[in-house]
Protein backbone atom coordinates (compact mmCIF):
# COMPACT_ATOMS: atom_id res chain seq x y z
CA UNK A 1 0.00 0.00 0.00
CA UNK A 2 1.35 3.41 -1.20
CA UNK A 3 2.41 4.88 1.89
CA UNK A 4 1.56 9.04 3.02
CA UNK A 5 4.20 11.51 2.72
CA UNK A 6 5.18 11.87 6.03
CA UNK A 7 5.31 8.06 6.56
CA UNK A 8 7.48 7.33 3.77
CA UNK A 9 9.97 10.45 4.41
CA UNK A 10 10.13 9.08 7.75
CA UNK A 11 10.37 5.59 6.23
CA UNK A 12 13.06 6.92 4.52
CA UNK A 13 15.09 8.92 7.59
CA UNK A 14 15.06 5.05 9.85
CA UNK A 15 16.98 3.95 6.86
CA UNK A 16 19.60 6.65 7.64
CA UNK A 17 19.04 5.73 11.43
CA UNK A 18 19.78 2.06 11.35
CA UNK A 19 22.41 2.05 8.26
CA UNK A 20 24.08 5.02 7.77
CA UNK A 21 28.14 5.12 8.00
CA UNK A 22 27.89 7.23 11.24
CA UNK A 23 27.47 3.82 12.92
CA UNK A 24 30.81 2.18 11.90
CA UNK A 25 33.79 2.17 14.30
CA UNK A 26 35.95 3.78 12.35
CA UNK A 27 34.28 6.82 12.15
CA UNK A 28 34.69 6.54 16.49
CA UNK A 29 37.81 5.61 16.26
CA UNK A 30 38.82 8.90 13.99
CA UNK A 31 36.47 11.38 15.59
CA UNK A 32 37.65 10.22 19.20
CA UNK A 33 41.15 10.67 18.17
CA UNK A 34 42.41 7.06 17.99
CA UNK A 35 43.41 7.41 14.85
CA UNK A 36 47.35 6.71 13.83
CA UNK A 37 48.71 9.75 11.50
CA UNK A 38 49.00 6.35 8.96
CA UNK A 39 44.98 5.43 8.98
CA UNK A 40 43.92 8.76 8.96
CA UNK A 41 46.13 8.79 5.71
CA UNK A 42 44.20 5.99 4.69
CA UNK A 43 40.93 7.50 5.11
CA UNK A 44 42.26 10.34 3.02
CA UNK A 45 43.70 8.54 0.32
CA UNK A 46 40.75 6.00 0.06
CA UNK A 47 37.62 8.48 0.48
CA UNK A 48 39.13 10.87 -2.30
CA UNK A 49 38.14 8.31 -4.23
CA UNK A 50 34.58 8.35 -3.29
CA UNK A 51 34.82 12.66 -4.29
CA UNK A 52 36.30 11.89 -7.59
CA UNK A 53 33.51 9.30 -8.31
CA UNK A 54 30.66 11.99 -7.56
CA UNK A 55 31.12 14.63 -9.82
CA UNK A 56 30.91 11.64 -12.56
CA UNK A 57 28.12 10.08 -10.52
CA UNK A 58 26.05 13.41 -11.24
CA UNK A 59 26.97 13.80 -14.92
CA UNK A 60 26.17 10.13 -15.34
CA UNK A 61 22.70 11.50 -13.97
CA UNK A 62 22.20 14.45 -16.08
CA UNK A 63 23.31 12.72 -19.03
CA UNK A 64 20.03 10.36 -19.04
CA UNK A 65 17.47 13.20 -17.43
CA UNK A 66 15.40 14.70 -20.50
CA UNK A 67 13.58 17.86 -18.19
CA UNK A 68 16.57 20.92 -18.31
CA UNK A 69 14.85 22.02 -15.47
CA UNK A 70 15.99 18.93 -13.48
CA UNK A 71 19.56 19.32 -15.16
CA UNK A 72 20.24 22.83 -14.14
CA UNK A 73 18.70 21.77 -10.62
CA UNK A 74 21.41 19.23 -10.55
CA UNK A 75 23.99 20.54 -11.95
CA UNK A 76 24.97 22.85 -9.19
CA UNK A 77 26.54 19.63 -7.73
CA UNK A 78 28.94 19.76 -10.71
CA UNK A 79 29.69 22.97 -9.54
CA UNK A 80 30.10 22.76 -5.80
CA UNK A 81 32.74 19.71 -6.38
CA UNK A 82 34.72 20.68 -9.41
CA UNK A 83 35.00 24.12 -8.75
CA UNK A 84 34.06 27.32 -10.50
CA UNK A 85 36.12 30.98 -11.23
CA UNK A 86 34.52 31.81 -7.87
CA UNK A 87 35.04 28.77 -5.52
CA UNK A 88 37.89 26.61 -5.93
CA UNK A 89 35.43 23.19 -5.34
CA UNK A 90 35.67 20.23 -3.27
CA UNK A 91 38.07 18.21 -4.91
CA UNK A 92 40.42 21.07 -4.23
CA UNK A 93 39.14 21.42 -0.76
CA UNK A 94 40.05 17.42 0.14
CA UNK A 95 43.22 18.61 -1.21
CA UNK A 96 44.17 21.02 1.58
CA UNK A 97 43.57 17.77 3.46
CA UNK A 98 45.83 15.21 2.15
CA UNK A 99 48.76 18.01 2.42
CA UNK A 100 47.84 18.45 5.96
CA UNK A 101 48.30 14.94 6.73
CA UNK A 102 51.63 15.18 4.82
CA UNK A 103 50.41 13.55 1.76
CA UNK A 104 51.18 14.59 -1.87
CA UNK A 105 48.66 15.81 -3.56
CA UNK A 106 49.74 14.08 -6.79
CA UNK A 107 49.95 10.82 -4.93
CA UNK A 108 46.65 11.22 -3.84
CA UNK A 109 44.75 12.32 -7.38
CA UNK A 110 46.66 9.13 -9.11
CA UNK A 111 44.10 6.97 -7.17
CA UNK A 112 47.16 4.29 -6.88
CA UNK A 113 46.51 2.71 -3.85
CA UNK A 114 43.17 2.93 -3.24
CA UNK A 115 41.60 -0.23 -2.06
CA UNK A 116 39.46 -2.87 -4.43
CA UNK A 117 36.71 -2.60 -1.99
CA UNK A 118 37.22 1.36 -2.25
CA UNK A 119 36.77 1.45 -5.64
CA UNK A 120 34.19 -1.75 -6.54
CA UNK A 121 32.03 0.34 -3.61
CA UNK A 122 32.08 3.79 -5.66
CA UNK A 123 32.11 2.48 -9.09
CA UNK A 124 29.07 0.27 -7.92
CA UNK A 125 27.38 3.50 -6.87
CA UNK A 126 28.65 5.27 -10.70
CA UNK A 127 27.13 1.86 -12.18
CA UNK A 128 23.61 2.34 -10.11
CA UNK A 129 23.01 6.02 -11.04
CA UNK A 130 23.68 4.86 -14.71
CA UNK A 131 21.49 2.14 -15.43
CA UNK A 132 18.64 2.45 -12.72
CA UNK A 133 15.58 5.00 -12.91
CA UNK A 134 15.89 8.14 -12.19
CA UNK A 135 14.13 8.17 -8.98
CA UNK A 136 16.16 5.61 -8.04
CA UNK A 137 19.30 7.57 -8.72
CA UNK A 138 17.70 10.24 -7.07
CA UNK A 139 16.91 8.72 -3.65
CA UNK A 140 20.35 7.24 -3.56
CA UNK A 141 21.97 10.87 -3.34
CA UNK A 142 19.30 11.06 0.06
CA UNK A 143 22.47 9.92 2.46
CA UNK A 144 23.13 13.59 2.33
CA UNK A 145 20.24 14.10 4.53
CA UNK A 146 22.36 12.22 7.80
CA UNK A 147 25.44 14.16 6.82
CA UNK A 148 25.45 17.42 7.80
CA UNK A 149 25.51 15.78 11.56
CA UNK A 150 28.48 13.30 10.76
CA UNK A 151 30.49 16.93 9.07
CA UNK A 152 30.01 18.38 12.18
CA UNK A 153 31.09 15.87 15.13
CA UNK A 154 34.18 15.10 12.28
CA UNK A 155 34.97 18.99 12.21
CA UNK A 156 34.51 18.94 16.23
CA UNK A 157 36.60 15.84 17.06
CA UNK A 158 39.28 16.13 14.11
CA UNK A 159 39.97 19.84 15.62
CA UNK A 160 40.22 18.61 19.00
CA UNK A 161 42.30 15.33 18.56
CA UNK A 162 44.45 16.12 15.44
CA UNK A 163 47.56 18.82 15.09
CA UNK A 164 46.50 18.33 11.17
CA UNK A 165 43.23 20.17 11.90
CA UNK A 166 42.32 23.17 11.45
CA UNK A 167 39.99 25.96 8.93
CA UNK A 168 42.04 25.37 6.10
CA UNK A 169 42.75 21.49 6.03
CA UNK A 170 38.97 21.10 7.13
CA UNK A 171 37.34 23.20 4.66
CA UNK A 172 35.78 20.47 2.82
CA UNK A 173 33.91 19.87 5.64
CA UNK A 174 32.63 23.38 6.46
CA UNK A 175 31.80 23.95 2.91
CA UNK A 176 30.06 20.62 2.96
CA UNK A 177 27.86 21.58 5.67
CA UNK A 178 26.23 24.52 3.76
CA UNK A 179 25.93 22.82 0.57
CA UNK A 180 24.47 19.55 0.91
CA UNK A 181 21.32 21.08 3.02
CA UNK A 182 20.28 22.66 -0.03
CA UNK A 183 21.03 19.43 -2.49
CA UNK A 184 18.75 17.36 -0.02
CA UNK A 185 15.96 19.51 0.28
CA UNK A 186 15.62 19.29 -3.38
CA UNK A 187 16.27 15.71 -3.90
CA UNK A 188 14.13 14.94 -0.64
CA UNK A 189 11.12 17.06 -2.43
CA UNK A 190 11.76 15.00 -5.89
CA UNK A 191 11.51 11.66 -4.37
CA UNK A 192 8.88 12.35 -2.29
CA UNK A 193 6.71 14.08 -5.27
CA UNK A 194 7.49 11.40 -7.47
CA UNK A 195 7.11 8.00 -5.46
CA UNK A 196 4.16 7.75 -5.67
CA UNK A 197 3.21 4.25 -5.74
CA UNK A 198 3.85 1.94 -3.25
CA UNK A 199 6.04 0.07 -5.93
CA UNK A 200 8.08 3.20 -6.39
CA UNK A 201 8.45 3.66 -2.73
CA UNK A 202 9.95 0.39 -2.61
CA UNK A 203 12.39 0.64 -5.26
CA UNK A 204 13.26 4.43 -3.63
CA UNK A 205 13.59 3.00 -0.28
CA UNK A 206 16.09 -0.12 -1.71
CA UNK A 207 17.89 2.68 -3.58
CA UNK A 208 18.80 4.64 -0.17
CA UNK A 209 19.80 1.29 1.55
CA UNK A 210 21.62 0.80 -0.97
CA UNK A 211 23.74 4.10 -1.07
CA UNK A 212 24.61 3.42 2.89
CA UNK A 213 26.13 0.04 1.62
CA UNK A 214 28.25 1.97 -0.55
CA UNK A 215 29.29 4.33 2.46
CA UNK A 216 30.01 1.42 4.96
CA UNK A 217 31.51 -1.31 3.09
CA UNK A 218 34.18 1.77 2.15
CA UNK A 219 34.77 1.98 5.84
CA UNK A 220 34.57 -2.21 6.29
CA UNK A 221 36.98 -2.07 3.88
CA UNK A 222 39.79 0.71 5.49
CA UNK A 223 39.45 -1.09 8.65
CA UNK A 224 40.02 -4.60 7.35
CA UNK A 225 42.85 -3.43 5.87
CA UNK A 226 44.24 -0.65 8.15
CA UNK A 227 42.99 -0.95 11.50
CA UNK A 228 44.22 -3.86 14.10
CA UNK A 229 44.67 -6.45 13.04
CA UNK A 230 45.79 -4.63 10.07
CA UNK A 231 45.73 -7.14 6.60
CA UNK A 232 46.80 -4.82 3.64
CA UNK A 233 45.68 -6.44 0.54
CA UNK A 234 47.92 -6.67 -2.38
CA UNK A 235 48.60 -3.54 -4.33
CA UNK A 236 47.00 -1.28 -1.60
CA UNK A 237 48.99 1.50 -0.27
CA UNK A 238 51.61 0.86 2.35
CA UNK A 239 52.45 3.53 4.65
CA UNK A 240 55.32 5.55 3.64
CA UNK A 241 54.06 5.68 0.41
CA UNK A 242 53.42 9.01 -1.11
CA UNK A 243 54.52 11.36 1.02
CA UNK A 244 54.73 15.12 0.56
CA UNK A 245 58.59 16.04 0.69
CA UNK A 246 58.59 18.79 3.14
CA UNK A 247 60.41 22.03 1.06
CA UNK A 248 63.19 22.50 3.62
CA UNK A 249 62.15 25.65 5.94
CA UNK B 1 58.92 -3.01 -25.06
CA UNK B 2 56.87 -5.66 -26.39
CA UNK B 3 57.78 -8.89 -24.18
CA UNK B 4 58.51 -12.41 -25.57
CA UNK B 5 55.38 -14.69 -25.41
CA UNK B 6 57.63 -16.99 -22.92
CA UNK B 7 58.03 -13.70 -20.37
CA UNK B 8 54.61 -12.17 -21.17
CA UNK B 9 53.20 -15.85 -19.84
CA UNK B 10 55.61 -15.44 -16.86
CA UNK B 11 54.55 -12.15 -15.84
CA UNK B 12 51.07 -13.34 -15.77
CA UNK B 13 51.82 -16.57 -13.71
CA UNK B 14 53.78 -13.81 -11.18
CA UNK B 15 50.28 -12.11 -11.03
CA UNK B 16 48.73 -14.95 -9.58
CA UNK B 17 52.02 -16.01 -7.35
CA UNK B 18 51.79 -12.72 -5.63
CA UNK B 19 48.16 -11.45 -5.48
CA UNK B 20 46.02 -14.84 -6.04
CA UNK B 21 43.56 -15.38 -3.06
CA UNK B 22 44.90 -18.67 -2.63
CA UNK B 23 46.79 -16.57 0.10
CA UNK B 24 44.35 -15.19 1.89
CA UNK B 25 44.25 -16.53 5.30
CA UNK B 26 40.81 -16.90 4.90
CA UNK B 27 41.49 -19.89 2.74
CA UNK B 28 44.26 -21.11 5.61
CA UNK B 29 41.03 -21.09 7.97
CA UNK B 30 38.67 -22.57 5.72
CA UNK B 31 41.19 -25.14 4.76
CA UNK B 32 42.31 -26.34 8.01
CA UNK B 33 39.30 -26.78 9.42
CA UNK B 34 39.27 -23.64 11.57
CA UNK B 35 35.86 -22.36 10.17
CA UNK B 36 32.85 -22.95 12.31
CA UNK B 37 29.69 -24.06 10.82
CA UNK B 38 28.35 -20.43 10.44
CA UNK B 39 31.59 -19.09 8.81
CA UNK B 40 31.44 -22.40 6.37
CA UNK B 41 27.59 -20.93 5.83
CA UNK B 42 28.97 -17.17 5.27
CA UNK B 43 31.17 -18.45 2.63
CA UNK B 44 28.77 -20.58 0.78
CA UNK B 45 26.58 -17.40 0.99
CA UNK B 46 28.39 -14.90 -0.57
CA UNK B 47 30.54 -17.31 -2.68
CA UNK B 48 27.19 -18.13 -4.67
CA UNK B 49 27.23 -14.40 -5.57
CA UNK B 50 30.22 -15.13 -7.41
CA UNK B 51 28.47 -17.94 -8.90
CA UNK B 52 25.66 -16.17 -9.78
CA UNK B 53 27.73 -13.47 -11.76
CA UNK B 54 30.05 -15.53 -13.67
CA UNK B 55 27.78 -16.63 -16.41
CA UNK B 56 25.80 -13.22 -16.96
CA UNK B 57 29.90 -12.02 -17.33
CA UNK B 58 29.90 -14.45 -19.85
CA UNK B 59 26.81 -13.80 -21.28
CA UNK B 60 28.04 -9.96 -21.42
CA UNK B 61 30.89 -11.12 -23.57
CA UNK B 62 29.58 -12.83 -26.26
CA UNK B 63 27.35 -10.01 -26.71
CA UNK B 64 30.14 -7.97 -27.47
CA UNK B 65 32.06 -10.75 -29.80
CA UNK B 66 31.73 -10.37 -33.57
CA UNK B 67 33.68 -13.97 -34.33
CA UNK B 68 31.34 -16.87 -34.09
CA UNK B 69 33.56 -19.37 -33.95
CA UNK B 70 35.18 -17.38 -30.19
CA UNK B 71 31.48 -16.85 -29.15
CA UNK B 72 31.31 -20.60 -29.89
CA UNK B 73 34.24 -21.49 -28.06
CA UNK B 74 33.22 -19.34 -24.90
CA UNK B 75 29.89 -20.60 -24.91
CA UNK B 76 30.94 -23.87 -23.23
CA UNK B 77 31.32 -21.75 -19.77
CA UNK B 78 27.87 -21.03 -19.58
CA UNK B 79 26.95 -24.63 -20.20
CA UNK B 80 29.42 -25.59 -17.26
CA UNK B 81 27.45 -23.47 -14.80
CA UNK B 82 23.83 -23.44 -15.72
CA UNK B 83 23.92 -26.87 -17.40
CA UNK B 84 22.58 -28.64 -20.21
CA UNK B 85 20.18 -31.84 -20.55
CA UNK B 86 23.27 -33.77 -19.11
CA UNK B 87 24.97 -32.05 -17.15
CA UNK B 88 23.35 -30.45 -14.04
CA UNK B 89 25.90 -27.49 -13.96
CA UNK B 90 28.10 -25.55 -11.39
CA UNK B 91 25.35 -23.73 -9.80
CA UNK B 92 22.86 -26.60 -8.96
CA UNK B 93 26.33 -28.43 -7.61
CA UNK B 94 26.85 -25.76 -5.56
CA UNK B 95 23.33 -25.88 -3.88
CA UNK B 96 24.33 -29.30 -2.95
CA UNK B 97 27.14 -28.15 -0.91
CA UNK B 98 24.69 -25.09 0.13
CA UNK B 99 22.12 -27.67 1.56
CA UNK B 100 25.23 -30.08 3.11
CA UNK B 101 25.92 -27.21 4.95
CA UNK B 102 22.58 -26.88 6.55
CA UNK B 103 21.49 -23.77 4.40
CA UNK B 104 18.27 -23.64 2.60
CA UNK B 105 18.91 -23.53 -1.23
CA UNK B 106 16.39 -21.06 -1.98
CA UNK B 107 17.84 -18.69 0.49
CA UNK B 108 21.15 -18.63 -0.92
CA UNK B 109 19.27 -18.13 -4.23
CA UNK B 110 17.59 -15.24 -3.21
CA UNK B 111 20.60 -13.84 -3.09
CA UNK B 112 19.72 -12.30 0.42
CA UNK B 113 22.05 -11.52 3.33
CA UNK B 114 25.08 -11.15 0.58
CA UNK B 115 27.79 -9.45 1.94
CA UNK B 116 27.98 -5.70 -0.08
CA UNK B 117 31.50 -6.22 -0.29
CA UNK B 118 30.65 -9.35 -2.01
CA UNK B 119 27.92 -7.65 -4.37
CA UNK B 120 30.33 -5.20 -5.21
CA UNK B 121 33.18 -6.56 -6.08
CA UNK B 122 31.49 -9.33 -8.46
CA UNK B 123 29.15 -6.63 -10.19
CA UNK B 124 32.66 -4.73 -10.73
CA UNK B 125 33.66 -7.46 -12.61
CA UNK B 126 30.80 -7.86 -14.84
CA UNK B 127 30.76 -4.38 -15.46
CA UNK B 128 34.83 -4.60 -16.87
CA UNK B 129 34.00 -7.56 -19.24
CA UNK B 130 30.70 -5.07 -20.37
CA UNK B 131 32.86 -2.14 -20.47
CA UNK B 132 36.54 -2.99 -21.27
CA UNK B 133 38.24 -4.62 -24.18
CA UNK B 134 37.66 -8.33 -25.47
CA UNK B 135 41.51 -8.97 -24.40
CA UNK B 136 41.29 -7.35 -20.99
CA UNK B 137 37.86 -9.48 -20.50
CA UNK B 138 39.56 -12.47 -21.51
CA UNK B 139 42.93 -11.61 -19.68
CA UNK B 140 40.64 -11.66 -16.64
CA UNK B 141 39.19 -14.84 -16.83
CA UNK B 142 42.96 -15.95 -15.90
CA UNK B 143 42.75 -16.52 -12.64
CA UNK B 144 41.99 -19.88 -13.70
CA UNK B 145 45.67 -20.60 -14.32
CA UNK B 146 45.50 -20.88 -10.58
CA UNK B 147 42.44 -22.18 -9.68
CA UNK B 148 43.05 -26.22 -9.69
CA UNK B 149 45.69 -25.90 -7.25
CA UNK B 150 43.52 -23.92 -4.48
CA UNK B 151 40.82 -26.19 -5.83
CA UNK B 152 42.74 -29.71 -5.11
CA UNK B 153 43.71 -28.01 -1.56
CA UNK B 154 40.40 -26.96 -0.74
CA UNK B 155 38.71 -30.51 -1.31
CA UNK B 156 41.31 -32.65 0.37
CA UNK B 157 41.05 -30.13 3.55
CA UNK B 158 37.34 -29.83 3.76
CA UNK B 159 37.13 -33.82 3.12
CA UNK B 160 39.82 -33.95 6.41
CA UNK B 161 38.32 -31.32 8.59
CA UNK B 162 33.84 -31.39 8.04
CA UNK B 163 31.65 -34.05 8.46
CA UNK B 164 29.50 -32.05 5.87
CA UNK B 165 32.25 -32.81 3.15
CA UNK B 166 31.64 -35.76 0.68
CA UNK B 167 31.60 -36.49 -3.34
CA UNK B 168 28.31 -34.87 -3.34
CA UNK B 169 28.66 -31.92 -1.56
CA UNK B 170 32.08 -30.92 -3.01
CA UNK B 171 31.20 -32.26 -6.77
CA UNK B 172 31.68 -28.38 -7.71
CA UNK B 173 34.97 -28.74 -6.91
CA UNK B 174 35.66 -31.64 -8.26
CA UNK B 175 34.22 -30.46 -11.85
CA UNK B 176 36.07 -27.17 -11.52
CA UNK B 177 39.14 -29.45 -11.68
CA UNK B 178 38.53 -30.81 -14.73
CA UNK B 179 36.73 -28.04 -16.34
CA UNK B 180 38.89 -24.98 -15.82
CA UNK B 181 41.90 -26.24 -17.73
CA UNK B 182 40.24 -26.91 -20.80
CA UNK B 183 38.92 -22.84 -19.84
CA UNK B 184 42.19 -21.44 -19.37
CA UNK B 185 44.02 -23.20 -22.42
CA UNK B 186 42.03 -21.63 -24.82
CA UNK B 187 41.79 -18.25 -22.75
CA UNK B 188 45.83 -18.01 -22.19
CA UNK B 189 46.54 -18.64 -25.62
CA UNK B 190 44.17 -16.30 -26.90
CA UNK B 191 45.73 -13.75 -24.75
CA UNK B 192 49.18 -14.33 -25.78
CA UNK B 193 47.95 -14.10 -29.33
CA UNK B 194 46.49 -11.11 -29.13
CA UNK B 195 48.74 -8.94 -26.88
CA UNK B 196 50.71 -7.90 -29.36
CA UNK B 197 52.22 -4.90 -28.50
CA UNK B 198 53.72 -3.58 -24.96
CA UNK B 199 50.70 -1.44 -24.40
CA UNK B 200 48.07 -4.40 -24.71
CA UNK B 201 50.57 -6.69 -22.84
CA UNK B 202 50.23 -3.93 -19.91
CA UNK B 203 46.49 -3.87 -20.27
CA UNK B 204 46.31 -7.60 -20.18
CA UNK B 205 48.20 -7.95 -17.12
CA UNK B 206 46.24 -5.16 -15.38
CA UNK B 207 43.34 -6.85 -16.20
CA UNK B 208 44.31 -10.28 -14.40
CA UNK B 209 45.75 -8.13 -11.59
CA UNK B 210 42.02 -6.54 -11.11
CA UNK B 211 40.40 -9.86 -10.97
CA UNK B 212 42.56 -10.94 -7.89
CA UNK B 213 41.16 -8.00 -6.46
CA UNK B 214 37.56 -8.98 -7.59
CA UNK B 215 38.54 -12.32 -5.71
CA UNK B 216 40.46 -11.05 -2.65
CA UNK B 217 37.85 -8.57 -1.77
CA UNK B 218 35.31 -10.78 -1.59
CA UNK B 219 37.43 -12.91 1.52
CA UNK B 220 38.44 -9.17 3.08
CA UNK B 221 34.40 -8.37 3.51
CA UNK B 222 34.09 -11.84 4.37
CA UNK B 223 36.87 -12.12 7.21
CA UNK B 224 35.60 -8.86 8.57
CA UNK B 225 32.05 -9.54 8.44
CA UNK B 226 32.75 -13.11 10.07
CA UNK B 227 35.65 -13.78 11.67
CA UNK B 228 36.77 -12.89 15.15
CA UNK B 229 36.55 -9.70 16.12
CA UNK B 230 33.43 -9.96 13.87
CA UNK B 231 31.06 -6.81 13.02
CA UNK B 232 27.94 -7.72 10.51
CA UNK B 233 27.34 -4.86 8.24
CA UNK B 234 23.88 -3.76 8.44
CA UNK B 235 21.43 -5.96 6.09
CA UNK B 236 24.16 -9.09 6.05
CA UNK B 237 23.03 -12.47 6.84
CA UNK B 238 22.99 -13.13 10.40
CA UNK B 239 23.60 -17.06 12.07
CA UNK B 240 20.54 -18.49 12.57
CA UNK B 241 19.14 -17.04 8.95
CA UNK B 242 18.43 -18.94 5.74
CA UNK B 243 18.75 -22.42 7.74
CA UNK B 244 17.65 -25.56 6.08
CA UNK B 245 14.46 -27.04 8.03
CA UNK B 246 15.36 -30.86 8.71
CA UNK B 247 12.95 -33.28 7.68
CA UNK B 248 11.93 -35.73 10.73
CA UNK B 249 13.86 -38.06 10.54
Given at each position: ???TREDFEARLRKIGAER???L???HTLLHDGGC???????WVINR???QHTIPMKDAAFMSRVEDPALR???RSRMEDHDGTAENEGGIRRWMRLAEAVGLDPDYVASRKGVLAGTRFACDAYLHFVREKSLLEAVASSLTELFAPKIHANRIEGLLKNYDFADDSSLSYFQTRLKEAPKDVAFGLAWVLDHADTAEK???AANALAF???VLWAQLDALWGAYVEPARIPPGAWQPGEGLLLKRAS
Open positions: MTQYHDHPFSADQVRAYYYRAWQDAKTD
